[in-house]
Structure formats: C-alpha cells, structure tokens
C-alpha cells in the first residue's frame, strides 16, 4: 500500500524558513513525478511546486519563485520543499503528490494530474 508521509510543518514569523519533507513508500520514487500543492481554509488547492523523476527539472508557481525550492532525495525516497522568506499568506496545509505519468506535459501546476497525495502538514505564518 503507497503512503505519503509529510512532515516538517510548523508556525513561525513572516521572513522566517521551513523545510517540509515527504516520505514515500509503496511506490518506485524513482520513477515518479513528485510536488507540493498548499490549501488554505475555503481556498482552492495551488500547485506550488512540482519535480521529475531524476531531480533535474523543476518548476515553481509565480508566488513562491525565489523563495520555495523544491528538491528530492532518490536513495531516501523523499522529497523537500526548503521555504524561505516566508510571507503570511503562505499560512495553509501543504501536501506532497505524485504522479508516474509526466504530469509536465499536460500541466505540472494541476493537482489532479497527480494521483496520489498525502494528507499534509500545516504550516502557519504570522507575527
């Protein structure tokens, strides 16, 4: 049975740093495509980063570029996502996903080209 473990959540002030961790099991890690999507309360779910299976490509949305960097660690089966500067409308449940079938090519930024999903750690910004 696959599972998405995230964690590394936690509350801090904006222009601070986090890094969140996902761990995977029960999937060939190396074989998928991994992100982190964020969903704050009556909000829709926003993409903000997503990774290819050897780690040499990567996309970041607009709001995080420059601050979020999105990384993965094959021999560990985990991927990151390194936070910095962190700004108050960061404030949300951030969740892992991942996807076999390149989620690139038909849009990375989509959440539900990616079929798996764990089930988040929260992260809340504010002074």
């Known amino acids: 049975q696959w599972q998405l473990a995230e964690s590394g959540g936690d509350s801090v002030q904006p222009g601070g740093s986090l890094r969140l961790s996902c761990v995977v099991s029960?999937?060939?890690?190396?074989?998928?495509?991994m992100g982190w999507f964020r969903q704050a309360p009556g909000e829709e779910r926003e993409v903000v980063a997503s990774?290819?299976?050897?780690?040499?490509?990567?996309f970041h949305n607009d709001p995080v570029r420059g601050r979020f960097t999105i990384s993965r660690d094959n021999a560990k089966n985990t991927v990151y996502l390194q936070m910095n500067n962190l700004k108050t409308e960061d404030s949300g449940m951030y969740h892992c996903?991942?996807?076999?079938?390149?989620?690139?090519?038909?849009?990375?930024?989509?959440?539900?080209?990616?079929?798996?999903w764990g089930q988040g750690t929260q992260v809340t910004v504010s002074s």
């Open positions: 996903m991942a996807a076999e079938t390149d989620p690139f090519a038909i849009g990375w930024a989509r959440a539900s080209n990616y079929p798996y």
């Open positions: 990774i290819n299976p050897s780690g040499q490509v990567a």
């Open positions: 029960g999937l060939i890690f190396s074989r998928h495509y």
